[in-house]
């Protein structure tokens, strides 16, 4: 029952926002103290923009006097922001630096920032903004490959997805301005075209055809797999399910996978088979981690919102040669100082045995799902399963 703006107008004003979201020790209240999609700035945003405000400005909750937190910012921001042609136009909406948001505060007289920060107190000011804008117009392909086992075509198919796409140019750290991406996501795309190769000279084994798609723009907002489900080359109904891969597993042999996004639907049963024949066992992600979010940082939710049955298979933390505090540390290295950084790149470790049982793993999991007899569906209580009933009603 928490509702941000309550009875306050906002129409054709700009929304003063802080970033996160209320923690608590209370599940019941948002998710405790793991974050809900209602922290997310694209959320704010839309919430804003749905009560009528002209824009946002948010104030991210980070120390005033923290150098690296503001330039990561600065970092993720200097990027093309890049939009599929036919999406809503954007509102207004800019990140403040809380030193500066302070003395905006301050100068106002009507509070101060640190009373606004205490008691969200209201406060009536005006600010100017001025800026210019260039746009341009380019072509960003998917690239799609079907196999239909034995020449011949199916009615319906699986989607094993991958993004091809990364960061590109941007500001330099340390004098290197390319950020490679080969964790993410040049080690899923190369598994994408691996797994097609052992899958076409296995297709007699295969009841169902294959559709590779090396999508565009997962980094930009998941637009190539949007686009893909807005223009689908079979209906969404037909599609029995989507497995999508974005990053492979590369520190060690792994004891274990984990399965995003299992639980939502009858892919948990197939997961577990697959997991029972090659002697692996199932872990859920460690709780070091935010697990909420994980089933929606990559292509698997725009196939899922689509309606189609979902999952991202990811290694465990119980590795064979690799002690577990040993792999979080490296796993927090990479988060903090790899990732999204110009050094995603073939100067990383990369344990070929790990790749390769990753990959076993995937297949498998490919030929379980293209032989299943029993539809593949949603969980009652899943989000998504009201999209697959419409889809299916609409035949569309």
Do not use: C
Request: proline letters at 3%.
């Amino acid at each position: 029952d928490h509702f941000d703006y309550g009875e306050n107008d906002i129409t054709g004003k700009i929304s003063i926002i802080f970033s996160g979201e209320p923690e608590s020790n209370d599940l019941d209240y948002f998710e405790g103290d793991q974050p809900t999609i209602y922290s997310y700035n694209d959320v704010k945003n839309r919430i804003a923009l749905s009560r009528g405000a002209a824009g946002t400005i948010i104030i991210p909750q980070i120390q005033v006097d923290s150098f690296n937190e503001w330039h990561k910012l600065i970092n993720e921001y200097s990027f093309e922001d890049v939009n599929l042609l036919y999406s809503a136009s954007k509102n207004f909406s800019i990140i403040l630096n809380p030193k500066i948001a302070k003395e905006i505060f301050n100068i106002s007289q009507l509070t101060s920032f640190a009373e606004i920060t205490k008691n969200f107190n209201k406060s009536n000011f005006k600010l100017m903004f001025e800026g210019n804008f260039q746009e341009r117009d380019f072509i960003a392909h998917n690239v799609i490959g079907i196999l239909n086992p034995n020449g011949i075509k199916t009615e319906d198919a699986i989607i094993i997805s991958a993004h091809y796409d990364h960061l590109g140019i941007g500001t330099k750290v340390n004098g290197d301005s390319i950020y490679n991406g080969v964790l993410d996501n040049a080690m899923g795309i190369s598994a994408l075209i691996e797994i097609a190769k052992i899958l076409k000279e296995n297709e007699k084994f295969l009841n169902r055809s294959i559709i590779f798609i090396a999508v565009t723009g997962e980094e930009k907002g998941l637009l190539g797999s949007t686009y893909f489900t807005d223009h689908p080359i079979i209906p969404l109904y037909k599609t029995i399910a989507n497995l999508n891969i974005d990053g492979i597993a590369y520190l060690d042999e792994f004891n274990s996978v984990i399965g995003i996004g299992s639980e939502l639907s009858d892919l948990d049963l197939l997961f577990e088979t697959t997991a029972n024949l090659l002697d692996l066992k199932i872990s859920e992600i460690p709780p070091e981690f935010y697990n909420t979010e994980a089933f929606n940082r990559s292509d698997q939710i725009a196939f899922a919102k689509a309606g189609i049955p979902s999952i991202l298979v990811l290694d465990g933390i119980d590795y064979k040669n690799i002690s577990r505090e040993d792999a979080l540390r490296k796993i927090f290295y990479y988060n903090q100082n790899i990732y999204h950084t110009p050094f995603d790149d073939l100067t990383t470790k990369i344990d070929s045995d790990a790749v390769q049982k990753h990959i076993k793993f995937l297949t498998y999991l490919i030929f379980q799902i293209a032989n299943s007899t029993n539809e593949i569906k949603w969980r009652p209580n899943s989000p998504y399963n009201f999209m697959r009933l419409q889809t299916k009603a609409e035949k569309r």
